[in-house]
């Protein structure tokens, strides 16, 4: 076995060439040529896929096509096959480092919906190619399983950050419970709605040719899924930018609990008002009821 041979099997290391991205102008420099390199390899690739099959085409007629000698495809890719996902090594890197340096003070569900949306970028960013990338793979079982595979590291990712944050902060999502028996699993749950999320809203995209304001498709998903996961942020816990408490969203739920905070809270010297409404009764009218009656009681 040689050692280009040897080099395919050998487990991935980041960055692949050996090239860190270290600061200053040379690291970036090098970054920079690095990213270039695998787009050319990754764009020479899909040509041929695309004009010969999957199939018959082979790693020296990808490097031949890119200009380049087989030893140095193997310094950006293990196989043909990893080629067709030139970006995700680098993107994975990038999210990694946007839940690290997320505020604590910032919702954990907005973080990963944060993180996913810079995969979404890493696609839009060429749509071209990120279309005939979908309509091989939808071809190639083979690369059908490597997404797959690309798309489970993502989730690993975003589950072991939110069981950080169970561990780390005091202020966590209403029902879930530090320590409790749920927390892998609901961390497991959320990460996954938002990523099998992109993927409906990448997918549909890419069906539609690469067209349409992809990233207001997926912030719509992703006000679905906090409604339905944490629809009332814990106190102390803001959207990214805006400050969050009980009561502060501006809707009429929001102002029923502002009511309720305010009655609770006021002097004990004043009458009890027991109010019974069916559970579909507009909430606006609810709280016309309350301040009706409350208005009744001090005429008394």
């Not at 083979?142 to 202020?171: K, N, P």
């Not at 009332?232 to 805006?242: D, E, I, K, L, Q």
Request: glycine letters at 8%; a negative charge.
């Amino acid at each position: 076995m040689d050692r280009e041979q040897s080099a395919v099997q050998q487990p991935s290391r980041a960055p692949l060439d050996g090239v860190r991205p270290e600061g200053g102008q040379g690291g970036r420099r090098a970054a920079a040529q690095r990213r270039q390199m695998r787009q050319e390899l990754a764009a020479a690739a899909m040509d041929l896929f695309a004009n010969q099959g999957y199939e018959e085409t082979t790693v020296d007629q990808i490097a031949a096509e890119a200009g380049v000698a087989r030893r140095t495809f193997f310094r950006y890719f293990r196989s043909k096959e990893e080629a067709i996902f030139p970006d995700h090594d680098d993107t994975l890197v990038r999210v990694a480092d946007l839940l690290a340096s997320a505020q604590p003070e910032e919702h954990p569900l907005d973080v990963v919906c944060r993180g996913i949306k810079e995969v979404l970028r890493m696609y839009a960013s060429t749509p071209g190619v990120s279309v005939a990338r979908y309509q091989l793979i939808r071809q190639v079982p083979a690369l059908r399983e490597r997404e797959i595979a690309v798309v489970a590291r993502y989730e690993r990712l975003f589950t072991r950050y939110l069981l950080g944050r169970f561990d780390a902060v005091e202020q966590i999502p209403p029902g879930w419970q530090r320590g409790g028996d749920d927390d892998s699993m609901l961390a497991e749950v959320s990460a996954a709605a938002v990523v099998a999320a992109h993927n409906h809203v990448l997918r549909r995209w890419l069906r539609a040719g690469g067209h349409g304001d992809v990233e207001a498709q997926l912030d719509h998903s992703f006000e679905v899924i906090r409604g339905t996961f944490w629809a009332t942020p814990p106190s102390g816990v803001r959207r990214r930018g805006t400050p969050v408490a009980p009561g502060a969203s501006g809707d009429t739920g929001s102002a029923l609990e502002d009511a309720a905070v305010s009655a609770l809270s006021a002097s004990p010297g004043g009458e009890v008002l027991i109010t019974v409404a069916r559970t579909d009764a507009p909430l606006d009218l609810v709280l016309d009821s309350i301040k009706s009656a409350l208005s009744g009681a001090r005429t008394v």
